[in-house]
């Protein structure tokens, strides 16, 4: 059982500040995780998860060892887990101090004494208990309609795809896919060829579910669990057409002296391939289905091919020599090749009369290319950063920005006036769409101490925050320093900018000489070319009713958490005001609590090594640290 003890009693002493509340477990604590939506603290110590609830300063619920292991292992279910001492195979797993929340879902997975748990977030019921199956978790999906787990798992010889019913607690169907064996030989020729790992996923249809494992794709039907087709090759990755049937693949076509990737589409009714001939190129980096019709881009051009029968839409290719991205304008392209950019329209016809050059090197990262306000195109890399009329595709200035390509450079977007913020090599610049003068540095900022660290920008009414492991600084939009913080490293130079609740704006698209297949993006667009919106953020209110008669939630729970899940989510979006800063204190690392609108520093906390277990509530802006067997809880100030 955990004990609370005041912040003000004298068995704890801090030499900034006494925490507000101190809850004490009877193991140290391996990890802790919040739950954004119901605010709930998932502590995770080694025989036992529960979940504090900061309101009440109770424990709404604990699942240990011993409730998960007092179901009798069968004799199959022991095998398995002795089987998965293999090394190479436990490699699969996370590590067992890890806290997964599982997404769209109202539940989390731990590992406890080497078993997989599905815990019920807001009254602790186990939905699933692997001590109850022979086999563990590899991946794991909620299926909000049907009330229902997904699963990729292994018994330690097989890999399976299970349907896990949460209304009764049964599987309803296990199907069997590929061995273990198979798997490791499958790496080790991923390795030899020097090619992506495979993807595995899942997709679900009313009828069917589709799922890549080994890499080998598999059609199983959704009512029994029986394969109704599986791929004789392997692929990398594959997606579902918005029309549901057909399936985009991609899978290695070269060797390892020579490695290529290969496009196709399959027949989702019986896998047979729709097109004669694959599209064969060095790597594709995007993807566009317009349901009747796939834009495909790849190292050397972009086209349309029709689904029906794989024949170019386009009479000539979007040339260009090694494609990375292709970025959609209204109904045009704009589309990078090597170093440079150009522009065509819906038909494939080139709108400018020459490529616009963007960087020094391919390997440049792109932060920002897209068209703004007053019919520009701006590009920001690490090299260079200009404005081009769209119409025309003549520069703005003729000589552009040039930025330091070894500091980091950030940048934030201001709505009102449409202009952007950059910050590089200790300068800000402002990249206004309305100016026809060439931008200079509002700001030289000569007083930041760590350039290199500076890794966070946010945009306030009055300016801008820049966040690193020094400093902390404000600058106003007028290009005077507001406040600037400075902050020592905590010892070892290993400490890395920890946390901000605010979004970093700043980011890049990964423009490099060889697209990876995470890297790659896939769009669903409707027969006009609009954008079809897929996937939402968090879970809604049938996912959370379901997750109640699954877990059998209490009165208590619903009223106390459920209730208050809409107001949190919605206060989320909003809150961004504080920073929190690692850095050197009278008596060891501290973790500096400041607030961005003027540099006060409103807390400090002492921790006790340089890569501290903690959380904070960015609705309520607590702060929940760990040490050793505590967890001590700091209130705002």
Same mark, same amino acid.
């Given at each position: 059982?955990?004990?609370?003890?005041?912040?003000?009693?004298?068995?704890?002493?801090?030499?900034?500040?006494?925490?507000?509340?101190?809850?004490?477990?009877?193991?140290?604590?391996?990890?802790?995780?919040?739950?954004?939506?119901?605010?709930?603290?998932?502590?995770?110590?080694?025989?036992?998860?529960?979940?504090?609830?900061?309101?009440?300063?109770?424990?709404?619920?604990?699942?240990?060892?011993?409730?998960?292991?007092?179901?009798?292992?069968?004799?199959?279910?022991?095998?398995?887990?002795?089987?998965?001492?293999?090394?190479?195979?436990?490699?699969?797993?996370?590590?067992?101090?890890?806290?997964?929340?599982?997404?769209?879902?109202?539940?989390?997975?731990?590992?406890?004494?080497?078993?997989?748990?599905?815990?019920?977030?807001?009254?602790?019921?186990?939905?699933?208990?692997?001590?109850?199956?022979?086999?563990?978790?590899?991946?794991?999906?909620?299926?909000?309609?049907?009330?229902?787990?997904?699963?990729?798992?292994?018994?330690?010889?097989?890999?399976?795809?299970?349907?896990?019913?949460?209304?009764?607690?049964?599987?309803?169907?296990?199907?069997?896919?590929?061995?273990?064996?198979?798997?490791?030989?499958?790496?080790?020729?991923?390795?030899?060829?020097?090619?992506?790992?495979?993807?595995?996923?899942?997709?679900?249809?009313?009828?069917?579910?589709?799922?890549?494992?080994?890499?080998?794709?598999?059609?199983?039907?959704?009512?029994?669990?029986?394969?109704?087709?599986?791929?004789?090759?392997?692929?990398?990755?594959?997606?579902?057409?918005?029309?549901?049937?057909?399936?985009?693949?991609?899978?290695?076509?070269?060797?390892?002296?020579?490695?290529?990737?290969?496009?196709?589409?399959?027949?989702?009714?019986?896998?047979?391939?729709?097109?004669?001939?694959?599209?064969?190129?060095?790597?594709?980096?995007?993807?566009?289905?317009?349901?009747?019709?796939?834009?495909?881009?790849?190292?050397?051009?972009?086209?349309?091919?029709?689904?029906?029968?794989?024949?170019?839409?386009?009479?000539?290719?979007?040339?260009?020599?090694?494609?990375?991205?292709?970025?959609?304008?209204?109904?045009?392209?704009?589309?990078?090749?090597?170093?440079?950019?150009?522009?065509?329209?819906?038909? !494939?016809?080139?709108? &400018? $009369? +020459?490529? %616009? /050059?963007?960087?020094?090197?391919?390997?440049?990262?792109?932060?920002?290319? =897209? @068209?703004?306000?007053?019919?520009?195109?701006?590009?920001?890399?690490?090299?260079?950063?200009?404005?081009?009329?769209?119409?025309? !595709?003549?520069?703005? &200035? $003729? +000589?552009? %920005? /040039?930025?330091?390509?070894?500091?980091?450079?950030?940048?934030?977007?201001? =709505? @009102?006036?449409?202009?952007?913020?950059?910050?590089?090599?200790?300068?800000?610049?402002?990249?206004?769409?309305?100016?026809?003068?060439?931008?200079?540095?509002?700001? +030289?900022?000569? /007083?930041?101490?760590?350039?290199?660290?500076?890794?966070?920008?946010?945009?306030?009414?009055?300016?801008?925050?820049?966040?690193?492991?020094?400093?902390?600084?404000?600058?106003?939009?007028?290009?005077?320093?507001?406040?600037?913080?400075?902050?020592?490293?905590?010892?070892?130079?290993?400490?890395?900018?920890?946390?901000?609740?605010?979004?970093?704006?700043?980011?890049?698209?990964?423009?490099?000489?060889?697209?990876?297949?995470?890297?790659?993006?896939?769009?669903?667009?409707?027969?006009?070319?609009?954008?079809?919106?897929?996937?939402?953020?968090?879970?809604?209110?049938?996912?959370?009713?379901?997750?109640?008669?699954?877990?059998?939630?209490?009165?208590?729970?619903?009223?106390?958490?459920?209730?208050?899940?809409?107001?949190?989510?919605?206060?989320?979006?909003?809150?961004?005001?504080?920073?929190?800063?690692?850095?050197?204190?009278?008596?060891?690392?501290?973790?500096?609590?400041?607030?961005?609108?003027?540099?006060?520093?409103?807390?400090?906390?002492?921790?006790?090594?340089?890569?501290?277990?903690?959380?904070?509530?960015?609705?309520?802006?607590?702060?929940?640290?760990?040490?050793?067997?505590?967890?001590?809880?700091?209130?705002?100030?």
């Amino acid at each position: 059982m955990m004990v609370l003890t005041s912040g003000l009693l004298p068995s704890i002493i801090f030499a900034q500040r006494n925490a507000d509340l101190t809850v004490t477990y009877q193991q140290n604590i391996e990890n802790i995780a919040l739950d954004p939506e119901s605010g709930l603290i998932i502590v995770k110590e080694k025989d036992k998860v529960s979940a504090y609830n900061p309101e009440t300063n109770k424990t709404e619920w604990e699942v240990t060892k011993d409730e998960i292991g007092k179901v009798a292992l069968i004799a199959s279910a022991q095998n398995a887990m002795d089987a998965l001492d293999n090394g190479d195979l436990l490699k699969l797993f996370e590590s067992s101090d890890a806290i997964e929340l599982i997404p769209e879902s109202p539940f989390v997975r731990v590992i406890l004494a080497d078993k997989d748990a599905i815990i019920n977030i807001f009254d602790g019921k186990i939905v699933f208990n692997s001590a109850k199956t022979h086999y563990r978790i590899i991946q794991n999906q909620y299926l909000q309609d049907e009330n229902a787990l997904l699963l990729i798992a292994t018994d330690g010889k097989m890999f399976n795809c299970v349907w896990y019913d949460l209304n009764d607690g049964k599987e309803k169907w296990i199907t069997k896919l590929s061995t273990i064996e198979s798997l490791f030989s499958s790496v080790k020729s991923a390795l030899l060829l020097k090619n992506n790992a495979t993807e595995d996923k899942v997709e679900v249809t009313e009828d069917a579910v589709f799922t890549s494992i080994n890499g080998n794709l598999y059609k199983i039907n959704r009512t029994d669990g029986s394969i109704e087709w599986k791929t004789d090759y392997k692929i990398n990755k594959f997606y579902l057409s918005q029309s549901l049937k057909s399936l985009i693949i991609i899978k290695n076509s070269g060797n390892f002296l020579s490695y290529k990737q290969a496009l196709n589409i399959l027949n989702a009714s019986d896998g047979s391939m729709v097109w004669k001939n694959d599209i064969s190129t060095k790597y594709i980096s995007y993807l566009e289905d317009w349901s009747d019709k796939i834009l495909v881009a790849h190292s050397r051009g972009f086209n349309f091919f029709s689904y029906a029968d794989g024949k170019k839409i386009w009479k000539k290719d979007a040339k260009g020599d090694n494609i990375k991205r292709v970025i959609p304008i209204d109904k045009d392209y704009l589309y990078i090749t090597g170093k440079e950019m150009n522009l065509i329209d819906n038909e !494939g016809i080139n709108k &400018w $009369k +020459k490529t %616009i /050059e963007i960087s020094d090197n391919e390997e440049d990262i792109i932060h920002f290319l =897209d @068209k703004v306000e007053n019919g520009r195109v701006f590009y920001l890399t690490s090299t260079y950063g200009n404005m081009v009329d769209y119409i025309t !595709g003549k520069k703005i &200035w $003729k +000589k552009n %920005i /040039e930025f330091e390509k070894d500091k980091p450079l950030l940048y934030v977007y201001e =709505d @009102k006036s449409g202009v952007f913020l950059v910050y590089n090599n200790k300068k800000i610049y402002k990249f206004d769409p309305n100016a026809s003068d060439k931008p200079e540095p509002i700001a +030289k900022l000569k /007083e930041i101490k760590e350039d290199k660290s500076i890794s966070g920008i946010e945009l306030f009414d009055w300016g801008i925050c820049l966040t690193g492991q020094s400093d902390v600084m404000g600058v106003n939009l007028d290009g005077t320093v507001r406040y600037h913080n400075t902050y020592k490293e905590p010892g070892g130079g290993s400490r890395k900018f920890l946390k901000t609740t605010g979004k970093i704006a700043a980011f890049g698209l990964g423009a490099t000489s060889a697209i990876s297949q995470s890297e790659l993006v896939f769009y669903t667009r409707d027969k006009n070319g609009n954008l079809v919106e897929t996937g939402r953020v968090g879970f809604d209110k049938k996912t959370r009713n379901q997750g109640q008669a699954a877990g059998g939630a209490s009165e208590l729970i619903t009223g106390t958490l459920l209730s208050r899940v809409s107001d949190r989510f919605n206060a989320l979006k909003q809150n961004g005001e504080y920073a929190f800063v690692l850095a050197k204190g009278d008596n060891g690392p501290v973790l500096v609590k400041v607030k961005k609108s003027d540099g006060t520093e409103v807390d400090k906390i002492d921790i006790d090594n340089n890569k501290p277990i903690y959380e904070v509530d960015p609705v309520t802006d607590d702060v929940f640290y760990v040490y050793k067997n505590e967890m001590r809880i700091f209130s705002k100030k």
